[in-house]
């Protein structure tokens, strides 16, 4: 068990510019999801995905941000003409069905310039 | 609506007990969770609680659920310095699978 793994670990982009990141979950989990995190707040909610399906999204998540599990593994979190309030920490988590625990990746750091 | 409160900081010596509070205004949680995050890492689970249950015990935590006031809390036991982090509290609820975080407790150990 590897746990979660999320690519980059860090990104530096400048406004205006798209990024996309990655998250590997553990590899029998089939649920995943994308929680923000800015400096000195917990972690909110983005999106969840079961399977392949997108069932939930949450109203932070701009129609500049688009997210994907295209095969049930992997996701990859896009954002579009990136802006200086984008800049957080974006946390990929899974579970698996059964079980109401989320396991967490070690995030994505995106500071926008 | 969804809130969950945390007091900002803590600070303990080593070897004490550390109590991390959190209160939230949605009853309807079905579990409620804490985690540990160290300086830019993700969030590490320590122990959740099913919301019917009262205290649960695991090692050095103890998590105490008081419905009726709507407070959560975490007691570590013997505080080490390799127990400095934010700790976050966090509910979900039936019907989603989102979890709404607190803001997070700053707890410091002192040598």
């Known amino acids: 068990d590897t746990g979660v793994s999320q690519n980059p670990r860090h990104k530096i982009t400048k406004r205006g510019q798209n990024v996309t990141f990655r998250c590997d979950p553990i590899s029998e989990h089939n649920r995943l999801y994308w929680y923000r995190q800015t400096l000195g707040q917990g972690p909110e909610f983005l999106t969840y995905f079961q399977n392949e399906a997108q069932l939930e999204k949450s109203r932070l998540l701009s129609d500049r941000f688009s997210a994907e599990r295209p095969k049930g593994s992997f996701s990859t979190l896009e954002i579009q003409r990136t802006e200086q309030g984008d800049s957080a920490m974006y946390l990929c988590?899974?579970?698996?069905?059964?079980?109401?625990?989320?396991?967490f990746g070690p995030g994505t750091r995106l500071t926008v310039t | 609506g969804e809130d969950v409160e945390q007091s900002l900081f803590l600070s303990v010596r080593e070897g004490d007990s550390s109590v991390i509070n959190c209160t939230y205004t949605?009853?309807?949680?079905?579990?409620l969770y804490w985690y540990k995050q160290e300086p830019g890492a993700g969030l590490q689970l320590l122990t959740y609680?099913?919301?019917?249950?009262d205290m649960k015990q695991d090692q050095r935590l103890t998590v105490l659920l008081n419905k009726k006031d709507k407070h959560l809390s975490l007691r570590i036991a013997d505080t080490q310095t390799g127990d400095s982090a934010i700790y976050f509290c966090a509910e979900s609820f039936s019907g989603t699978y989102k979890y709404i975080f607190g803001t997070g407790t700053r707890l410091k150990v002192l040598a």
């Open positions: 988590a899974s579970s698996w069905t059964g079980m109401d625990e989320q396991y």
């Open positions: 609680i099913f919301s019917n249950m």
């Open positions: 949605d009853s309807s949680s079905t579990y």
